[in-house]
T-cell receptor, first 114, second 114 residues
Framework: AQSVTQLGSHVSVSEGALVLLRCNYSSSVPPYLFWYVQYPNQGLQLLLKYTSAATLVKGINGFEAEFKKSETSFHLTKPSAHMSDAAEYFCAVTSYNQGGKLIFGQGTELSVKP | DGGITQSPKYLFRKEGQNVTLSCEQNLNHDAMYWYRQDPGQGLRLIYYSQIVNDFQKGDIAEGYSVSREKKESFPLTVTSAQKNPTAFYLC?????????????FGPGTRLTVT
Protein backbone atom coordinates (compact mmCIF):
# COMPACT_ATOMS: atom_id res chain seq x y z
CA ALA A 1 0.00 0.00 0.00
CA GLN A 2 1.08 3.54 -0.64
CA SER A 3 1.11 6.31 1.91
CA VAL A 4 2.24 9.90 2.36
CA THR A 5 3.41 11.66 5.49
CA GLN A 6 3.70 15.41 5.67
CA LEU A 7 5.85 16.48 8.58
CA GLY A 8 4.37 19.46 10.37
CA SER A 9 0.70 20.36 10.13
CA HIS A 10 1.58 24.05 10.50
CA VAL A 11 4.63 25.89 9.23
CA SER A 12 5.24 29.60 9.76
CA VAL A 13 7.86 31.66 7.93
CA SER A 14 8.64 35.33 7.54
CA GLU A 15 8.11 37.08 4.23
CA GLY A 16 11.26 36.65 2.14
CA ALA A 17 12.42 33.55 4.02
CA LEU A 18 12.91 30.08 2.63
CA VAL A 19 9.85 27.87 2.49
CA LEU A 20 10.42 24.15 3.14
CA LEU A 21 7.45 21.78 3.35
CA ARG A 22 8.31 18.16 3.98
CA CYS A 23 6.78 15.10 2.34
CA ASN A 24 7.83 11.47 2.73
CA TYR A 25 6.17 8.66 0.84
CA SER A 26 5.95 4.92 1.01
CA SER A 27 5.54 2.88 -2.17
CA SER A 28 6.59 -0.60 -3.23
CA VAL A 29 6.62 0.42 -6.90
CA PRO A 30 8.01 3.54 -8.59
CA PRO A 31 5.90 6.45 -7.40
CA TYR A 32 4.46 9.45 -9.12
CA LEU A 33 4.29 12.44 -6.79
CA PHE A 34 2.33 15.67 -6.73
CA TRP A 35 2.11 18.86 -4.73
CA TYR A 36 -1.18 20.75 -4.62
CA VAL A 37 -2.08 24.08 -3.02
CA GLN A 38 -5.46 24.98 -1.53
CA TYR A 39 -6.61 28.47 -0.60
CA PRO A 40 -9.43 28.81 1.95
CA ASN A 41 -12.76 27.40 0.79
CA GLN A 42 -11.41 26.59 -2.66
CA GLY A 43 -10.44 23.52 -4.63
CA LEU A 44 -6.91 22.23 -5.08
CA GLN A 45 -4.51 23.59 -7.69
CA LEU A 46 -1.56 21.61 -8.99
CA LEU A 47 1.83 23.14 -8.14
CA LEU A 48 4.07 20.50 -9.67
CA LYS A 49 4.43 16.79 -10.38
CA TYR A 50 7.14 14.14 -10.59
CA THR A 51 6.57 11.35 -13.09
CA SER A 52 10.03 9.71 -13.32
CA ALA A 53 11.72 12.27 -15.55
CA ALA A 54 13.98 14.87 -13.93
CA THR A 55 14.33 14.50 -10.17
CA LEU A 56 14.25 18.27 -9.64
CA VAL A 57 10.83 19.52 -10.62
CA LYS A 58 9.92 23.16 -11.08
CA GLY A 59 6.37 24.31 -10.65
CA ILE A 60 4.25 27.40 -10.65
CA ASN A 61 4.70 30.43 -8.40
CA GLY A 62 8.43 29.78 -7.92
CA PHE A 63 8.04 26.44 -6.13
CA GLU A 64 10.19 23.41 -6.79
CA ALA A 65 10.58 19.92 -5.35
CA GLU A 66 13.28 17.29 -5.48
CA PHE A 67 12.59 13.57 -5.66
CA LYS A 68 15.06 11.64 -3.50
CA LYS A 69 14.53 7.91 -3.79
CA SER A 70 17.09 7.03 -1.13
CA GLU A 71 15.26 9.20 1.39
CA THR A 72 11.75 8.47 0.04
CA SER A 73 11.15 12.20 0.09
CA PHE A 74 9.66 14.88 -2.13
CA HIS A 75 10.06 18.11 -0.20
CA LEU A 76 8.63 21.37 -1.55
CA THR A 77 10.74 24.53 -1.46
CA LYS A 78 10.59 28.17 -2.44
CA PRO A 79 13.57 30.50 -1.94
CA SER A 80 11.57 33.55 -0.83
CA ALA A 81 8.10 33.46 0.68
CA HIS A 82 5.40 35.92 -0.32
CA MET A 83 2.32 36.78 1.67
CA SER A 84 0.25 35.27 -1.13
CA ASP A 85 1.85 31.85 -0.46
CA ALA A 86 -0.18 31.48 2.73
CA ALA A 87 -2.37 28.43 2.07
CA GLU A 88 -2.61 24.71 2.74
CA TYR A 89 -0.32 22.41 0.80
CA PHE A 90 -0.93 18.74 0.04
CA CYS A 91 1.49 16.08 -1.12
CA ALA A 92 0.03 13.10 -3.01
CA VAL A 93 1.33 9.82 -4.41
CA THR A 94 0.15 7.33 -6.99
CA SER A 95 1.67 4.74 -9.34
CA TYR A 96 0.94 2.91 -12.56
CA ASN A 97 -1.10 0.21 -10.77
CA GLN A 98 -3.41 2.51 -8.79
CA GLY A 99 -6.00 3.19 -11.48
CA GLY A 100 -5.38 6.92 -11.33
CA LYS A 101 -6.21 7.17 -7.63
CA LEU A 102 -4.19 9.61 -5.53
CA ILE A 103 -3.24 9.10 -1.89
CA PHE A 104 -3.00 12.43 -0.09
CA GLY A 105 -1.05 13.50 2.93
CA GLN A 106 -2.82 15.31 5.74
CA GLY A 107 -1.71 18.72 4.58
CA THR A 108 0.56 21.47 5.86
CA GLU A 109 -0.80 24.92 6.54
CA LEU A 110 1.72 27.61 5.63
CA SER A 111 1.56 30.98 7.37
CA VAL A 112 3.66 33.92 6.15
CA LYS A 113 4.45 36.71 8.59
CA PRO A 114 5.12 40.23 7.34
CA ASP B 1 -13.13 28.20 -20.38
CA GLY B 2 -12.77 24.53 -19.56
CA GLY B 3 -13.12 23.43 -15.99
CA ILE B 4 -15.06 21.70 -13.26
CA THR B 5 -18.11 23.21 -11.64
CA GLN B 6 -19.64 22.17 -8.36
CA SER B 7 -22.92 23.47 -7.10
CA PRO B 8 -24.00 24.80 -4.77
CA LYS B 9 -21.03 26.30 -2.94
CA TYR B 10 -22.79 25.97 0.43
CA LEU B 11 -25.53 23.49 1.28
CA PHE B 12 -27.54 23.09 4.45
CA ARG B 13 -29.69 20.08 5.27
CA LYS B 14 -31.54 18.59 8.18
CA GLU B 15 -30.43 15.27 9.58
CA GLY B 16 -32.20 12.35 7.93
CA GLN B 17 -32.47 13.96 4.50
CA ASN B 18 -30.65 12.76 1.42
CA VAL B 19 -28.80 15.45 -0.52
CA THR B 20 -27.20 15.42 -3.98
CA LEU B 21 -24.05 17.37 -4.83
CA SER B 22 -23.50 18.31 -8.44
CA CYS B 23 -20.23 17.95 -10.36
CA GLU B 24 -19.89 18.84 -14.04
CA GLN B 25 -16.76 19.01 -16.21
CA ASN B 26 -16.23 20.22 -19.76
CA LEU B 27 -12.62 19.03 -20.02
CA ASN B 28 -13.60 15.85 -21.88
CA HIS B 29 -11.98 13.82 -19.11
CA ASP B 30 -12.78 10.13 -18.75
CA ALA B 31 -12.12 9.77 -15.03
CA MET B 32 -13.90 11.57 -12.20
CA TYR B 33 -13.48 11.44 -8.44
CA TRP B 34 -15.24 12.50 -5.24
CA TYR B 35 -13.29 13.37 -2.11
CA ARG B 36 -14.27 14.35 1.36
CA GLN B 37 -12.10 16.83 3.28
CA ASP B 38 -12.14 17.20 7.06
CA PRO B 39 -9.76 19.44 9.03
CA GLY B 40 -6.43 17.73 9.66
CA GLN B 41 -7.32 14.61 7.65
CA GLY B 42 -6.38 15.52 4.13
CA LEU B 43 -8.59 14.27 1.31
CA ARG B 44 -10.26 10.89 1.45
CA LEU B 45 -11.61 9.18 -1.66
CA ILE B 46 -15.33 8.41 -1.62
CA TYR B 47 -16.04 7.09 -5.15
CA TYR B 48 -14.38 7.24 -8.53
CA SER B 49 -15.34 6.51 -12.09
CA GLN B 50 -12.95 5.70 -14.92
CA ILE B 51 -15.59 5.54 -17.64
CA VAL B 52 -19.25 6.25 -18.23
CA ASN B 53 -21.68 3.80 -16.58
CA ASP B 54 -18.97 2.42 -14.31
CA PHE B 55 -17.75 3.47 -10.87
CA GLN B 56 -15.89 2.00 -7.89
CA LYS B 57 -15.94 2.55 -4.16
CA GLY B 58 -13.12 4.46 -2.59
CA ASP B 59 -11.93 4.31 0.99
CA ILE B 60 -15.03 5.80 2.64
CA ALA B 61 -17.99 4.92 0.41
CA GLU B 62 -20.43 3.94 3.17
CA GLY B 63 -23.42 6.28 3.26
CA TYR B 64 -22.75 7.70 -0.21
CA SER B 65 -23.93 6.84 -3.72
CA VAL B 66 -23.00 8.04 -7.21
CA SER B 67 -24.02 7.69 -10.83
CA ARG B 68 -22.14 8.24 -14.08
CA GLU B 69 -24.70 8.35 -16.87
CA LYS B 70 -22.87 11.04 -18.84
CA LYS B 71 -19.17 11.65 -19.34
CA GLU B 72 -19.38 15.21 -18.07
CA SER B 73 -21.45 14.58 -14.94
CA PHE B 74 -20.75 12.67 -11.70
CA PRO B 75 -23.29 13.55 -8.99
CA LEU B 76 -22.79 12.44 -5.39
CA THR B 77 -25.68 11.64 -3.08
CA VAL B 78 -25.10 11.85 0.64
CA THR B 79 -27.67 9.56 2.21
CA SER B 80 -29.17 9.57 5.67
CA ALA B 81 -27.00 6.53 6.41
CA GLN B 82 -23.86 8.67 6.44
CA LYS B 83 -23.26 9.21 10.13
CA ASN B 84 -21.23 12.40 9.96
CA PRO B 85 -21.95 14.11 6.64
CA THR B 86 -20.87 17.64 7.52
CA ALA B 87 -17.69 18.24 5.50
CA PHE B 88 -16.15 19.92 2.46
CA TYR B 89 -16.68 17.84 -0.69
CA LEU B 90 -14.37 18.08 -3.67
CA CYS B 91 -14.87 16.69 -7.15
CA UNK B 92 -11.96 16.09 -9.51
CA UNK B 93 -11.33 14.75 -12.99
CA UNK B 94 -8.40 13.49 -15.03
CA UNK B 95 -7.77 12.39 -18.58
CA UNK B 96 -7.67 8.74 -17.62
CA UNK B 97 -5.62 5.97 -16.16
CA UNK B 98 -3.54 4.82 -19.14
CA UNK B 99 -0.83 7.25 -18.15
CA UNK B 100 -0.27 9.28 -15.06
CA UNK B 101 -2.23 12.48 -15.33
CA UNK B 102 -2.85 15.00 -12.67
CA UNK B 103 -6.31 15.52 -11.27
CA UNK B 104 -8.12 18.82 -11.76
CA PHE B 105 -10.34 19.95 -8.92
CA GLY B 106 -13.60 21.83 -8.69
CA PRO B 107 -14.18 24.64 -6.16
CA GLY B 108 -15.91 22.36 -3.66
CA THR B 109 -19.25 22.21 -1.84
CA ARG B 110 -19.44 22.77 1.90
CA LEU B 111 -22.24 20.64 3.32
CA THR B 112 -23.63 21.31 6.78
CA VAL B 113 -26.12 18.88 8.29
CA THR B 114 -27.89 19.81 11.53
Amino acid sequence: AQSVTQLGSHVSVSEGALVLLRCNYSSSVPPYLFWYVQYPNQGLQLLLKYTSAATLVKGINGFEAEFKKSETSFHLTKPSAHMSDAAEYFCAVTSYNQGGKLIFGQGTELSVKP
Amino acid sequence: DGGITQSPKYLFRKEGQNVTLSCEQNLNHDAMYWYRQDPGQGLRLIYYSQIVNDFQKGDIAEGYSVSREKKESFPLTVTSAQKNPTAFYLCASSTGTGDIHEQYFGPGTRLTVT
